[in-house]
Nanobody, 120 residues
Framework: QVQLVESGGGSVQAGGSLRLSCVASGSISYINIMGWYRQAPGKQRELVAIITSGGSTNYADSVKGRFTISRDGAKNTVFLQMNSLKPEDTAVYYC??????????????WGLGTQVTVAS
C-alpha cells in the first residue's frame, strides 16, 4: 500500500507565500517523477510543476518565476514553494508520484489534496 499525504495549504493575501509538502509512504522501492497539480472550481485539473528523480523540473507557464518545486529523495518528500501568490492560484493542490513498489508494480498515486485560497 502506498499513500501520499499533503500539508501546508491555507489562506493568504495576494502577494503572500505558502509552502506545500507531500510525503509518500508505504511499500516503496523507487519514486521517479513527483509533482503538483491543481484544480480550481469548474476547471480541469492542471499541471503545476514536476520534478524527476534526477532533479530536472518543469513548470506551468502561469507559475514560472513564482513557484519552486524541490524534493528530498531520502524522505520521499516533495515541496512546492509558492511566492507572489495571485487570486487565480486559488485551487485544490494535489500531489502526484510515479512509484515503483517493492513488489515491482509501477503506478501513479495521488494525494487527497490541500486547499490553497488567495484573497485579493
Amino acid at each position: 500500500q502506498v499513500q501520499l499525504v499533503e500539508s501546508g495549504g491555507g489562506s493568504v493575501q495576494a502577494g503572500g507565500s505558502l509552502r506545500l509538502s507531500c510525503v509518500a509512504s508505504g511499500s516503496i522501492s523507487y519514486i521517479n517523477i513527483m509533482g503538483w497539480y491543481r484544480q480550481a472550481p469548474g476547471k480541469q485539473r492542471e499541471l503545476v510543476a514536476i520534478i524527476t528523480s534526477g532533479g530536472s523540473t518543469n513548470y506551468a507557464d502561469s507559475v514560472k518565476g513564482r513557484f519552486t518545486i524541490s524534493r528530498d529523495g531520502a524522505k520521499n518528500t516533495v515541496f512546492l514553494q509558492m511566492n507572489s501568490l495571485k487570486p487565480e492560484d486559488t485551487a485544490v493542490y494535489y500531489c502526484n508520484a510515479h512509484i515503483q513498489r517493492v513488489d515491482g508494480m509501477r503506478s501513479d498515486y495521488w494525494g487527497l489534496g490541500t486547499q490553497v485560497t488567495v484573497a485579493s
